[in-house]
């Protein structure tokens, strides 16, 4: 067992500003997150803005 229990993955439901934080939160700590929205643009958006922060941390090697 690891430091964080039993806990694999988190589903995060959704996507709005604060769920699309928290999942790029749980995500870069090593869990496997589950996005869930009843609006599927919404996901897409959400998507699209953990990719751009994502790309930007590792160009910052971070």
Partial sequence: MDDRGSIRSVAIIGMG????GIAEVIARHGFS??????DDDVL??????????TER??????
């Fill in 57 to 62: 941390a590792v160009s910052r090697e971070r």
């Fill in 33 to 38: 997150v589950r996005a869930i929205d009843v």
């Fill in 44 to 53: 897409d958006a959400a998507r699209q803005r953990i990719e751009a922060s």
């Fill in 17 to 20: 500003t604060m769920g699309t």
